[in-house]
Structures are given as C-alpha cells and as structure tokens.
C-alpha cells in the first residue's frame, strides 16, 4: 500500500460506456464532459438531460463525479455557461474543472455546495499561482503536465490546497491552454476544444542560415505518460488523473485497473501496459524525464509491442521469426524504408511453418501482405483480439465492487413487520401493515429471512451484517421480506442521494477605474537590439527583462511596469501598480477582465482568438456593469506564438547549443515556422506569417494600447514597423497598406471553432 490515506483515482469518461467501465473497475471519480464548453468536443459526451440519472448511480457507489467547463467562453455564452453550472448544482455534481476566469469565478462566488478546480489549461505549475488559486476560492489545482514532483510537493505544503496530477495518457507538447497552433492554422481552437492534433504531423527541421534540412520525422509527437512505476513517489498527491476522454470503454478499464491495482498495492502485469493503446511510454515530466525522452518522433499512433521481425518473402506471401505469440484476429504493423509508411495488417489468416492453417503462432508464423516488406524488418503488435475483447468484459456495466450494509430485522408476534438498514452513519427504517401470526404448520426460519434480504443483486450494496430479532413459531411470508428489503434500500438510496445545494451571496467584482483615452504602442522583444530600437524610437511601454512568461517563471524584483504571463505573476507582483497581463490568460470576456482588474492588474491583453466584434462586445457589456471602461491592450503586430514547450527538438537530435550558433524553422508541407529558443531553455514555434492589423488599428473603438511583437526582425525591420504603427495612429499615413501575402490577420475578423 503506498499510502495509509485514500488517495483517489480519476479516469475519464468521453461516453457512458466509459462512464460505468471507470466504476466497474475501481475509480473513485470520474471527469467528463458536456456537449458544450468542453475541451475534447469530438468526444460523444454528456448533456443536461442525462446526466443526473449517471450522477446518482456514481454516487450510490461512493463515485465522485467532475464535469468539465475547461473551454474559453465569449460573453455571449456567459449566461447559458452559468444556466448550465447552476444545474450542475441541482444536480449534485462534485465539482467543476475550469479554465475560464469568469467561470471559475461564477462557481466559486454562488455555491459551497459544489468545488471549483483549476485545469490543466490554466497554466499552474508554482506556488504563487497554487496560492492566487486559492485566494480566489479555488479547492483542486489541476498542474500543469510539466511540473516535476518536486514542485507539486512544495505546492501541496505550503498551501494545502489539493492537488491533481496527471499519470498516464496522451501528452500535449505545448503547454496545456497556451497552444495556439491548431487554432491559427487549422481554425479549431484547443482552447475550444477542438484541437486538431498538428503536434502529431510530420516537420523538417530546418538550419535557417544554411538552409540545411537536419531532419524530417514526427518531431512534435509525445510519448504517452506512464508513471506506473513512480506512483509510490507520489503518495502526497491527492488525485491521480488516467488521461483519455477520447478513448473507447476498454482502454478505460484496463488502465483503471492496473492503477487501481498498484495504488491498492496488488501486483500486476506491467506488460498489459504494452497490451493498451501507446505511443511507447514516458515517465514524464513529473518525474523529471530528459528532455530528449519525452517524444516519439518515428511514429504518431499505437506502438504497440515488438512481437518479431522478416526473415522471408515469397510474393504475397511474408515469413514471420516470433518472439511473442500472434493470434487470428491480432493487428499488426511492419516497418518500412520510410517511417511514414509503415505496413499495417489484420491478421485474418495465418498458417505455421508447414503452411497449415493456424489459429496461433509462437515461433513463426506465414500470413499474407500484399506490399514488398524488407528482410529483418521490425514487427510490433498494436491490437491484441483476446486482450481487447477480456477488457471490454471488464468494462461491462455492474462489475463495481458493492457497499457493505446491515440489516435488524423486526418480526414478532403480534407487531408489525419492520426492518433497519445501515449505512455507515445513516439509519433508515422502514415497517409494513401487516401483523406477525403464528405459523399454523411450517414457522419461517431465520435461515429463509437472510435469504431473501442477501438479495441485493442489481443494487450497490451487500448484506454485511444480518440481525434476525423474531419469535421462532413466526410465519412471515417471503414476497413481504422482499418488499421491505426493496423499500428499506429505496430509502437508504432517497436519503444518500439528497442534495444538499448550498448557494451564497456572490461577492461583487470591483474593477479599477479607468477611462478610455487615444492609444499608445507597446512594444515587445526578445533581443538587445530590438530593445535598442524600441528604446530610440521613444515608446514608452517596452516588454523584455521585464517580460514574466505564463510557465517556469522566474520573478524578477520590480516596482515598475512588468508584463506577467500567468496567475502567478499577479500573485507574485501584489501592490505593484504597474501589472500588466499577457495573452496567455486566454481573456475573452467582461467578467475576466473585471477579475484581474480587482486583484490589482493594471491592464489586461486580451486573448490572440478574441475576434473584433467580440471585443466591442466585451467593451459594451463592461461598460454597462462596471460604469468604468476596461484598461486593455491587444496585440497588432507579430509572429504569433503558436506553441510554447518545456520540450526542445534540437536537444532531442543531439544538437543542444546549436540554438546559440544559428537559427532554426520547422517546415510542414504548407509553411515554415520559426523556432525561438528562451533562456529557460524552453521553445517556442512561431507563426509563419506575422500578424499585422496596421489597416486595422484606427477601426478599433476601445482599446488603451496596442502592442507590437518583435521576434525574428532586425532592429532595422524594427524601427521601421514601430514608424509604420506611430504614423499610421497619428493619420500621417492614412493611404499606406500592409502585403497581405507576406502577414495575417489571425482572427481578427473570425473566432476558431
């Protein structure tokens, strides 16, 4: 046993198969999602009208049940996002998993009766943003993948607050909530939901000063995490989180019981590991992983397991050395010359060394392949028949381990049938109209009394303790002891499952005042130069020493403007006045602002998905509630950070410090993308085209500052945008336009899916 204290297991539930395989096999929550605001939205999902019915069987069986609202949210949606979350609290779910401000605020301001945990998306992996969480009402802190488990224990002791982790699953390379690349090249925001998977696409790295491509493969693609190994270093850990909303009801029972098993301190196959769904394994971030072990960059989908390699081929015909079994049924996959066309093959025929049919191999085995195959190629197994089937047994509906309960039954002569049922601290009691006679013949024994009330099939619960208190010479008859059980379980169940929704008087927001006045330029850089040029050209809000990222930050002491990417900036910098925050806390809405306006920031950048007319929106309605106007800031100019990463793709081609020597691109087949190495040695991947709303920018009725953000341009491109943005803002240039082939607009006349 790793731990005196329970500590919970949380699977996932993308569908209501899922849903009961996660109880079947020893979870003891569940997180899932709606058909709206949830962040996997091609997942078949819950709804409102189904989901008290699957919180009430969770419930009865001691199961927690987190919806979540993990989705950035526009203020046109803000009132049937807080219609949904009110019914949510009749409903009786346990908590909400959050991502938006406004929301989390929502939650955590109306109701006691239901939890508020901070997502994943949120971006908190230190203490100072663990500490603003839970200033703000926050109960759970969902940390971000990369936080090692050194931090998380910090967080946990200088906080108390609880802490969730992730500990097996699919891994974003970016950031979770601060990746923007589907977004912005595929139109389906991650931040929405919609992700579409552009880390688990080929890209060449590129020299960018000697052109040299260095290598094409699946640079981006993650390993699947797999701490099955670590989890007795993880005892302080309050939840431990299975990733996969988007995988099938067997692959939720198999990893749900395996970790059920290694929490509960059982042994276990660590092969079936292999068995399920993987893109081989990492150990993570959380356990300090190296940087270059966190990716697969060979392959994007199921690794499976190696089972063999070709020893032969005779046309169609292909010779298999095993050294795993290969069954009927089984998918397997064989390399190829090109890691992007690897042969995959269902095993619908296949004969031993003989060329007699078989149903099984151990050794070697012949089956068919249409495609020329090398000899000595590498074959892996990435469905097991026999496996998938036992483990979609496994995730049948009802196979949940049921609670003990006890009976005092009550049947003397003369006195009405009763019967107690017990569970845990609750007592329910429940009697019949008819009077106990005195057995005529044949008296009910005690024996046929623990029968019928041991009949707890299709319930939660089992017969522990059984007290009979009857005369011997009783007749009682069976249908009557059925129906008391039948009641007195229907009563327990009434009882465990009334809510208690428990609201309170919202704390009013008050924001700063601010009034709207003709904007200024912001500038942002990463480099001397460009600081330089910024410096000469007289702006007066520059971004780069003081610039305090989202993830691994590093405070700087300042009493002057600092721009703070994430929760934890604000809390680290309480009573500067000078308090700027980035992009990346993903506002879209009134009510976000007016949050971070109240804690003490001093102007808000809005999101880099928030589309024109939604930011007239949010001025309006923040107008109308606050009677100020909000102090915001958007970003006019620059390469768009569409990824930013613990992880690093020269360290994983051995080339660590090469970064320092020239500069690199990743390139797809449509675009190249710049590569900006940090300090912290963290990456990002840039925007092939900069964002530029020069023509835009005298049509924007609201915002304070606009920032220009300067990357990969000399200080020469730098001085002269900087002259373009003052020029154009004063009317001096009122004629000039910006090469649409050479810029984008992002989204600023249309939000992401």
């Not at 605001?37 to 709804?47: G, K």
């Not at 990746?179 to 139109?187: Q, V």
């Not at 309960?405 to 329910?428: A, Q, T």
């Not at 009979?468 to 039948?486: G, H, T, V």
């Amino acid at each position: 046993m790793i731990s005196s204290v329970m500590r919970e297991l949380l699977s996932p539930a993308g569908n209501i198969d899922a849903f009961y395989s996660a109880i079947s096999n020893g979870a003891n929550a569940i997180y899932l999602g709606l058909d709206k605001f949830s962040a996997r939205a091609y997942t078949e999902n819950f709804n409102l009208d189904n989901l008290s019915e699957h919180v009430n069987y969770a419930h009865l069986r001691n199961v927690k049940v987190f919806v979540t609202i993990n989705t950035i949210v526009y203020d046109d949606e803000l009132e049937e996002a807080y219609k949904t979350i009110d019914r949510l609290a009749e409903i009786g779910v346990d908590a909400i998993i959050v991502q938006d401000l406004a929301i989390f605020n929502y939650i955590v301001s109306n109701y006691d009766s239901i939890k508020a945990h901070a997502s994943t998306q949120m971006g908190i992996d230190d203490v100072e943003g663990a500490k603003l969480i839970k200033e703000l009402g926050g109960t759970r802190i969902v940390l971000a993948r990369e936080t090692p488990l050194e931090t998380i224990k910090k967080i946990k002791e200088e906080t108390g607050m609880e802490v969730e982790a992730f500990i097996h699953g699919a891994l974003c390379v970016a950031y979770s909530g601060n990746c923007l690349m589907s977004s912005m090249i595929g139109d389906r925001s991650g931040n929405r939901g919609r992700c579409a998977g552009c880390c688990r696409k080929p890209y060449t790295l590129i020299n960018a000063d000697t052109k040299e491509n260095i290598n094409r493969s699946y640079l981006l693609s993650m390993k699947d995490l797999n701490t099955s190994d670590y989890i007795k270093n993880m005892n302080f850990i309050d939840s431990f989180k299975i990733e996969g909303r988007m995988k099938d009801a067997g692959y939720v029972a198999r990893v749900t019981s395996l970790y059920r098993n290694i929490i509960d301190g059982n042994k276990i196959d660590s092969f079936d590991f292999d068995k399920i769904f993987n893109r081989t394994y990492t150990k993570g971030f959380i356990n300090n992983e190296s940087n270059g072990e966190v990716t697969n960059i060979t392959k994007p989908n199921n690794n499976g397991y190696l089972i063999g390699e070709v020893t032969n081929q005779k046309g169609n015909k292909v010779w298999i050395r095993l050294d795993k079994p290969l069954n009927r049924g089984d998918q397997i996959v064989i390399e190829a010359q090109s890691i992007f066309k690897e042969i995959s093959i269902c095993v619908t025929r296949m004969f031993d060394a003989k060329f007699q049919l078989v149903e099984r191999n151990t050794k070697n085995a012949v089956i068919y392949c249409e495609s020329w195959v090398k000899l000595g190629a590498k074959v892996y197994k990435v469905k097991e028949k026999q496996f998938d089937d036992e483990s979609f047994l496994m995730a049948k509906k009802g196979n949940y381990k049921p609670l003990p309960i006890d009976f005092v039954f009550h049947g003397f002569i003369g006195n009405k049938l009763s019967l107690d049922v017990i569970h845990e601290n609750i007592k329910e009691t429940v009697s019949l109209d008819h009077v106990v006679e005195q057995a005529s013949t044949s008296p009910t024994t005690k024996e046929n009394i623990v029968s019928q009330l041991s009949k707890c099939n299709d319930t939660p619960y089992f017969a522990n303790n059984i007290d009979i208190q009857a005369d011997d010479d009783a007749f009682i008859p069976l249908k009557l002891i059925n129906e008391l059980r039948r009641q007195a379980i229907e009563k327990l169940n009434k009882t465990r499952l009334d809510i208690k929704l428990k609201k309170k008087v919202a704390n009013l927001i008050v924001p700063k005042k601010y009034k709207s006045h003709e904007p200024e330029l912001a500038v942002q850089v990463v480099n001397q130069e460009q600081y330089e040029a910024a410096v000469e050209a007289g702006i007066k809000h520059i971004y780069f020493e003081n610039f305090v990222p989202r993830n691994n930050a590093k405070y700087v002491k300042t009493n002057k403007e600092v721009l703070v990417g994430g929760l934890g900036g604000i809390q680290n910098y309480k009573g500067n006045s000078h308090i700027v925050t980035d992009y990346s806390l993903n506002v879209v809405n009134h009510e976000s602002v007016a949050l971070l306006s109240s804690l003490g920031v001093d102007r808000i950048t809005l999101s880099q998905e928030i589309a024109k007319e939604k930011i007239a929106d949010l001025i309006s309605k923040y107008n109308e509630a606050y009677n100020t106007h909000p102090n915001l800031e958007l970003i006019v100019y620059g390469r768009i950070k569409l990824m930013h990463m613990k992880y690093c793709p020269l360290k994983k081609l051995g080339k660590c410090g090469e970064c320092k020597k020239h500069k690199f691109n990743l390139k797809d087949d449509f675009a190249t993308y710049p590569l900006l190495f940090n300090g912290d040695c963290t990456t990002t991947v840039l925007g092939d085209k900069p964002l530029n709303l020069l023509d835009d920018v005298n049509n924007i009725s609201g915002i304070n500052v606009y920032r220009l953000f300067f990357t990969t341009e000399s200080k020469e491109e730098t001085k002269d945008i900087i002259e373009m943005f003052k020029n154009k803002l004063e009317n001096k240039d009122k004629e000039k336009t910006f090469d649409r082939f050479k810029y984008t607009r992002g989204h600023f006349y249309n939000n992401p899916q």
